[in-house]
């Protein structure tokens, strides 16, 4: 069966420090991959989507990039955070083909100082 | 683009039914979605509807569809204190390669013993 992992399950970083979170999907082969944010107000926002090797696509513009360096992981990672970077990051897959439906890790609480 | 929403708010008491609703803009979802999202957890996906149905039961879960009026909901029969959470409801925007979801702002369900 799929699973999906994300690390760390929270994290606490200052002002301008660097980021990096990851993503790793195990019992599937080329998943599409998605990151997303939920901020306090509960609505979840999608950040990027992957749906191959290096292929990355922005759904709004932010201070965060992500990576996919292999078929299974996915990075979101910021050179300098901001204050407004705090919130749950959660990660997704779905097959690769057609209207599936995403399943999702338990997600990475950021609070930033 | 699609637009999902959904009340923010419902109390009901153990044992009884509870209703979410959930309104849609946009008729072009191939799915739609229920997920779940315990407190601190990423979100659990309970059920989805082909937009064809007009409703889908798994065991205590109903999910009618009304095409015409754009609308979905979740019935929960025999309501448990576990079932307390937030329930998300979603559409799909598949184009190209990928599915993207767009969640309604999620319904908080409390259960009262």
């Known amino acids: 069966s799929q699973t999906i992992h994300q690390w760390p399950a929270t994290l606490v970083q200052p002002v301008g420090s660097p980021l990096s979170l990851e993503c790793t999907v195990e019992?599937?082969?080329?998943?599409?991959l998605y990151w997303y944010r939920q901020a306090a107000g509960r609505g979840l926002q999608l950040l990027f989507y992957?749906?191959?090797?290096?292929?990355i696509s922005s759904e709004v513009p932010q201070n965060l990039s992500a990576s996919r360096p292999q078929d299974r992981q996915f990075i979101l990672s910021s050179k300098k955070l901001l204050l407004s970077d705090s919130g749950f990051y959660l990660c997704?897959?779905?097959?690769?083909?057609?209207?599936?439906?995403?399943?999702f890790g338990d997600g990475t609480r950021l609070s930033i100082l | 683009g699609e637009d999902v929403e959904q009340s923010l708010f419902l109390s009901v008491r153990e044992g009884d039914s509870s209703v979410i609703n959930c309104t849609y803009t946009?008729?072009?979802?191939?799915?739609l979605y229920w997920y779940k999202q315990e407190p601190g957890a990423g979100l659990q996906l309970l059920t989805y509807?082909?937009?064809?149905?007009d409703m889908k039961q798994d065991q205590r879960l109903t999910v009618l569809l009304n095409k015409k009026d754009k609308h979905l909901s979740l019935r929960i029969a025999d309501t448990q204190t576990g079932d307390s959470a937030i329930y998300f409801c979603?559409?799909?925007?598949?184009?190209?390669?990928?599915?993207?979801?767009?969640f309604g702002t999620g319904t908080l369900l409390a259960v009262q013993p």
């Open positions: 997704a897959w779905s097959t690769g083909t057609g209207d599936q439906p995403q399943h």
């Open positions: 019992g599937t082969s080329n998943p599409n």
């Open positions: 992957s749906v191959g090797i290096g292929q």
């Open positions: 946009d008729s072009s979802s191939t799915y």
């Open positions: 509807i082909f937009s064809n149905m």
């Open positions: 979603a559409g799909s925007n598949y184009g190209g390669a990928t599915n993207k979801l767009i």
